[in-house]
Each structure stands twice: as C-alpha cells, then as structure tokens.
C-alpha cells in the first residue's frame, strides 16, 4: 500500500488544531515538525515499565494499599459511627450500618476492577495502545499502590447538599478535556503575541498593540500557570470499569481475519484455474465494513493499530515503514527544512543526496511522528486499516491460486481468435474435463 499524499497531507494540516501541534499554526507549515518533536519527548516519557506496579497488585493480591485502609476506616468513622454510637434510635443506626456496608462494597468494587486489570495485563490481555496513550498512562500511574490513597468522594453542589449522588465513591482522575481546553485558549493567545511581535518586528504597531501585547502576555501566564496545575476531575466507579474495558487487547478481531484469510485462501485454491476467476474484492470490503468496522460489536479501532491482528505483524509499525519507503516530496514537506542528514550527503541543503540526486527517505524518526498523526484520527486510521487487510486476504488468494495446479489450457500463438478455437478443441478432446462453467449450467453443484 503506498503512502496517500493527499490524506497524510491532510491528516498533518487537522493535526495542527489538537495539542501540542496547534502550536504549529502560528510558528508556520514547516514547524510542525518541531511540534511534532515536542510531542515525541511526551511519547517518549510514555515508554515506561509498567510491570512492576501491576505485579505488586497480584503479589499484595488486592489494588488497596494500606493508605486505602486507613482512609476507608476514616470515611466509615467520624459521623456516621457517632450517629451509630450516640443515637438512641434505631432508624439511626440501620442507616449507619447501610453507609459503612455501602462504602465497603466501594471500595470492594474499587479492588475487583482493578485487581482484574493488573492481572489481565501481566497475561498480555491489556493494549499496547493503552501505554502510547497519555489518558492510558495516567490511569496506570493512577493504580499504582505506591501513589496517593485511590477513592474519593464526590461533592454535592452547595445548593444542593442532599443530592443524590451523595457520599458516592470514585476516582479523581486528570482532567484531560480541560487541559486540552486551556491548551488551545494558549494556543491561540500565543499566536496572537506572535502576530504583534512581527507587526512590532516589521514597525507596523502602534500604542494599542503594545498595551494588547501586555494583556496577552498576562493572559498568556494565566493560562501557563493553570495548565501547569494539572487539574482533576472526579469519576465514577462505572466509570473505571468501562474504561479498563475499554483499554483490554481485542482478542476476537484476529480470529474473524483469520477466518476471512481462510476464505480468501480457499476460494482461490478450489476454483478452477482454467476460469480464471478473480479475487471477490467487493464481498470481503462487504465482510470489513459489517463485521469488524461496523456491527454491534465493531472491532476496537486502537488495539487493531497496536497489537498484533495478522500472525506476530503490528499494524502500526507496518504503517511506519510504508511511510518510511517514501520520501518527504511525495507527502509534499520540505525536506530541506525537516531533515538533519548526516553531514557529506546533503551538503547544498536541497532534500536531495549530493552523490545521487535521489530525494532524501524519510528518517525512522519522522516516519513514526507522521504516523502518529495520522493514526489519531479514528477515520483515517480505518482507511488504511480497510486496506491493509484487503491486501492481506487479497495475498491469501493469490497463495490459494499459486497453490492450485497450473491451467491446463495454454495458448498456442498471439493470435487471439485462433487461440480461442483452440481452447474450444482441446475441450471437447478432453472429456475427462469439465470447467465450473459448464457444471454451473448443468446444475451439478
């Protein structure tokens, strides 16, 4: 499959407006690399060894550390003992009961989750895509028995302190939907102090846009400072289970491919080569698009792109390396301005080797940060996904093909009309063969 020029082109322009690479919007086109260099010390930060914490989950055989002990006998005490201890009525005391019986079963659906997760991770039944992922990382960090104590209980509005949620138990977990938010308020902000700064530059400001480049650095701070607080926001335990749900390896998706490879390779072994029947693209497109993009039950879009789907091969790294045979003209980049070649070879700074004028490929490095970009977007990511399997059940049929015995009817010269004539002889000399088609028409299968 060779590298769409026009989708990863795009898939880079859309990238601009997330994150990290908004920044490249006011920093020009070619400085999305450098934006894509930031984000990369942030995956890079991701690549950590997250066994040990969920192996001291199994060891201690419970996700509560004794901090959580403390503090679940914390929450059972204080009111609600001395409305067990102190009150006279027995209405009273069944209530305090029910709380200390509802926190426990909390913090038992706290522990049942995530033990669950711990061991379904060490047994290789957790995403890959789970730990190239910032939200993915943060909840492991989050279970780590080491960290703070884990449950947490959500606070009812002040005009509204009997509310139904009251007392309930969950997680405070950060707040990635808000950091984005203010991430792209900097962003913008930024963009406009980089404006003023060349109109400044260029001696095209007056007054006011010194007084507004004040402001802006002000609000600039504002917004550095409460990105830098990292903020939190509660979440439920249903929450919780969703989301370790969410992050578990899709383990059916591989067995419905290899199913429809199996089909592939049949079809392609069983017809009668003599037919020359081709490939049934149209019904296998029909096969992804029902049973493993679509359906009740799709297939889980992050696990295809990270672990392995087709025998020990990753998607991920198969889409790398096709960006990777390309070069950087072909996805229409500089490569003048992105690539740092090794000195000697590209001397004159025109993205192409002195000794042999061929573009410079695309480096490993650039090659996983475009691919990165481009797989965060779900849609495009199922694109490339609807044709690498295409490609990879199409490969079943040809093998299924080769496997087949050879044609029995060769051509005999270039001369087209004869050979059909002689195709025709040759079949009505061998009565010993019959092609599908006329087993078709006799309605023997």
């Known amino acids: 499959m060779g590298a769409d020029r026009v989708l990863i082109e795009g898939q880079l322009r859309m990238r601009q407006a997330e994150n990290e690479l908004a920044r490249a919007e006011y920093m020009g086109p070619m400085a999305i690399f450098e934006a894509f260099k930031t984000w990369d010390g942030l995956g890079k930060k991701l690549k950590k060894n997250f066994k040990e914490p969920m192996e001291r989950i199994t060891d201690n055989g419970s996700a509560l550390s004794q901090k959580d002990y403390d503090q679940a006998l914390d929450t059972i005490g204080g009111e609600n003992y001395d409305l067990y201890v102190d009150s006279e009525d027995p209405t009273d005391q069944a209530k305090a009961m029910e709380n200390a019986k509802k926190i426990n079963a909390e913090y038992t659906k706290y522990d049942d989750i995530v033990t669950g997760f711990a061991d379904a991770y060490q047994n290789n039944g957790i995403s890959k895509a789970m730990e190239d992922d910032p939200a993915g990382v943060a909840l492991i960090e989050y279970f780590d028995m080491d960290g703070p104590p884990k449950l947490y209980t959500r606070d009812c509005p002040e005009d509204e302190p009997d509310c139904d949620y009251k007392d309930q138990l969950g997680i405070m977990f950060p707040d990635f939907e808000a950091m984005e938010y203010t991430e792209n308020r900097l962003n913008e902000v930024n963009q406009q102090i980089a404006n003023l700064d060349a109109a400044i530059s260029n001696g095209e400001a007056n007054d006011a846009d010194y007084v507004q480049l004040e402001r802006l650095k002000e609000k600039q701070q504002v917004l550095i400072d409460a990105n830098n607080e990292k903020p939190t926001t509660w979440k439920s335990l249903q929450w919780l289970k969703q989301t370790t749900d969410y992050w578990k390896r899709d383990v059916s998706t591989p067995k419905i491919i290899q199913t429809y490879a199996d089909q592939a390779f049949q079809f392609g072994l069983t017809n009668n080569p003599d037919d020359n029947i081709p490939f049934e ?109 295409m490609g990879h059940f199409r490969n079943n049929f040809n093998m299924g093909v080769e496997k087949n015995r050879k044609p029995v009817l060769e051509n005999d010269d270039d001369d087209d009309d004869d050979d059909k004539i002689d195709v025709v002889e040759k079949r009505k000399n061998r009565e010993e063969y019959v092609p599908q088609s006329i087993k078709y028409e006799k309605g023997s299968l």
């Not at 039950?297 to 990753?314: F, L, R, Y």
């Not at 000697?344 to 475009?370: F, H, Q, R, V």
């Open 281 to 389: 693209e149209a019904k296998f497109r029909q096969l992804l698009k029902d049973n493993i993009f679509g359906g009740e039950t799709p297939s889980k879009i992050h696990s295809m792109i990270h672990d392995s789907m087709i025998g020990g091969n990753v998607f991920k790294n198969d889409f790398y390396n096709m960006i990777k045979n390309g070069t950087y003209e072909q996805l229409g980049i500089d490569p003048a301005l992105v690539v740092d070649p090794t000195p000697g070879i590209d001397k004159n700074n025109d993205g192409k080797d002195d000794n042999t004028g061929e573009p410079i490929g695309i480096s490993d490095s650039d090659a996983e940060l475009i691919g990165k970009s481009v797989l965060k977007d779900q849609e495009a990511a199922k694109g490339y996904l609807e044709e690498y399997l």
